[in-house]
């Protein structure tokens, strides 16, 4: 498309040229000069009529060339090389250019004010918040008697506690720089136990035993993880299936989930499910089994080798049961044993769909188990210890207010029975074992390092690490009480830390297969080096001391008759034996020095 010239040299060639034809049209010198010089005038006024029309009609076309870019479709290449098109919008406009660049300039200058003013007031109203709360912080004081009563007959403020406690744990971190004046720390801890006690249901005991065992930040972590669920966690069944397999299954049935951690090789941890992670088809065929990752721990510890003779003494439901028979590949023996009847039937159907063969259910007393199995008759044991549940709070909340220190000591009684029971059964000359593994789902010290230290006192054991690379040492002392120092090898495992269940491990190696003299000193409760002082009734029956129970025996001796032989005949009278019953006793039966006679082992 030819370009269309613009500009003022094509108009000014032209007016040059009708002023050339003119002055060729010119008449003679005869003519009338006068008439002549005017029309040389009006020529040069067109002359110059047509330049301001061409200069006017050049800035005309330069303002409609923005107006009719779209609709003529012209570049700026039309313009002229040597000719500039913006020359005139900056010279003739220039002032309005100047009047939009300080409109904006001043826009831009407001905006930064408002945005400055809003950061120096966000800044101002955060530091008086921070001085109000510091103010209150350091101005808290501990509520007086009266106040204390007034909440007693009201419905307790949740918000109002929760305060509190926050603010006698900031309290207890610095006591010496925030403590009220004229208190002791011990004002401050007795109302924090209130508190805690009030807001989270628990009862004073169990409150007050926790207080003494973590420091004040972190038990109020552990608490509130007491408040929440543990994930769920499955382990694979590896005489069935491979956990990677297993997972991919899951996955494409609508199952979230992730390995375990690091230190377990079949375990799985579920997030979220589409369908019920009990019922799917996998889980009937066996291919794994819900449980909980507190619960692989104990297994792991024990460590099983192929052809061995091992005794689960409390088997049901049988997650542990079955983890062992996979790790023996199904080879040797596993006695597993459960005292109560009604657990035995998951325990049979866990072991039939699992696929587990190597497995002998019973049900017996586990403190008879020697008896029955036989002494040092089996390479290893795993005692998962009935206990009081206190470090499963989150599954079982009637934990926080059921538990009383009777309870408590009732529960450490039964685990020292069981443990002797367990270390009995082991053979100290085993090639490949000798170990006994001892676990509670508990957190209390009397449960757990308590009987961990008498066992050391009465058989010939010593502790060796369990094989985990995480969790808490055990306590080697705890109030006026002192522990054997290999206590350190024992394990702890709490919520607040690992994200698991509370729980504790102890792995023993059975030295000698004869019982050390130091055993046979006394009943049960004399050796009790637990934070709960247990009197000498604890072990024995009826409450009965040493002294007493010594003494009815040697009348049974000399008498040849017990209480019971006390049975009035058909006159009302008793009946006299004149001389004492002879009886022959085996070495076995003879009781040993200084032994109570009711002394279950």
């Not at 012209?74 to 309005?96: I, Q």
């Not at 090639?431 to 509670?440: E, L, P």
């Amino acid at each position: 498309m030819p370009t269309k010239k613009r500009g003022g040299r094509g108009g000014s060639s032209k007016a040059l040229q009708s002023k050339k034809r003119r002055k060729e049209e010119e008449p003679s010198s005869d003519e009338d000069p006068q008439r002549v010089e005017g029309e040389q005038e009006e020529e040069e006024e067109e002359v110059l009529d047509d330049s301001v029309v061409e200069a006017r009609g050049r800035g005309g076309e330069e303002d409609d060339d923005d107006d009719d870019e779209d609709e003529e479709g012209e570049s700026l290449s039309e313009v002229s090389s040597d000719e500039n098109p913006f020359k005139d919008d900056f010279d003739g406009g220039s002032g309005e250019g100047s009047d939009s660049d300080s409109d904006e300039s001043d826009i831009e200058e407001q905006a930064r004010a408002i945005v400055e003013e809003k950061a120096r007031e966000d800044e101002d109203a955060e530091a008086e918040l921070q001085l109000n709360i510091k103010e209150e912080a350091d101005d808290f004081i501990l509520p007086t008697a009266e106040e204390l009563e007034e909440e007693q007959h009201r419905p307790p403020d949740l918000s109002n506690l929760q305060r509190r406690i926050k603010e006698i744990v900031r309290v207890l971190s610095n006591f010496k720089a925030l403590r009220q004046e004229g208190s002791v720390r011990k004002d401050y801890v007795e109302q924090l136990k209130r508190d805690l006690a009030s807001y989270y249901g628990y009862n004073e005991y169990l409150i007050g035993i926790f207080v003494e065992m973590f420091p004040v930040v972190e038990l109020v972590e552990l608490i509130e993880a007491f408040e929440k669920p543990r994930p769920i966690c499955l382990r694979t069944n590896t005489l069935k299936t491979r956990r990677r397999d297993l997972a991919g299954v899951l996955i494409n049935r609508g199952v979230n989930l992730d390995p375990l951690s690091k230190w377990s090789k079949v375990g799985l941890i579920v997030y979220e499910s589409q369908v019920p992670i009990g019922a799917t088809p996998e889980y009937m065929a066996g291919h794994y089994m819900l449980q909980s990752a507190n619960s692989f721990l104990p297994v792991m510890a024990l460590a099983p080798q192929e052809k061995e003779r091992i005794v689960d003494m409390a088997a049901a439901p049988g997650g542990k049961t079955t983890y062992v028979a996979a790790l023996m590949k199904n080879t040797g023996i596993i006695y597993a044993n459960e005292i109560k009847v009604p657990r035995l039937k998951s325990l049979s159907a866990n072991l039939h769909r699992m696929g587990v063969t190597n497995t002998i259910v019973c049900n017996y007393d586990g403190k008879e188990l020697p008896k029955i199995m036989g002494p040092n008759s089996v390479d290893r044991v795993l005692l998962d210890a009935p206990c009081s549940g206190t470090g499963v709070i989150s599954k079982d909340e009637s934990v926080k207010a059921s538990k009383s220190a009777e309870e408590i000591q009732n529960c450490a009684y039964l685990q020292k029975q069981l443990i002797l029971a367990a270390i009995d059964m082991v053979d100290a000359n085993s090639k490949t074992g000798g170990y006994i593994v001892y676990s509670t789902c508990s957190i209390m010290i009397p449960e757990n390092e308590a009987v961990i230290d008498y066992a050391l006192k009465k058989r010939d054991v010593r502790l060796v690490p369990c094989g985990l690379d995480f969790g808490r040492p055990g306590f080697i002392r705890f109030r006026e009480h002192r522990f054997h120092p290999s206590l350190e090898k024992t394990r702890r495992f709490y919520p607040h830390v690992h994200n698991m269940d509370g729980f504790f491990v102890a792995k023993l190696k059975k030295m000698s297969n004869s019982k050390p003299v130091e055993a046979s000193d006394g009943p049960l409760g004399e050796v009790e080096q637990g934070p709960v002082t247990v009197s000498v009734e604890e072990g024995v029956p009826n409450g009965k001391s040493e002294r007493s129970q010594t003494q009815m025996h040697d009348n049974k001796e000399k008498n040849g008759f017990t209480r019971s032989d006390h049975k009035k005949n058909a006159k009302g009278k008793i009946p006299v034996r004149s001389k004492p019953m002879k009886k022959k006793f085996s070495p076995k039966d003879k009781p040993q020095p200084g032994r109570s006679p009711f002394s279950p082992f």
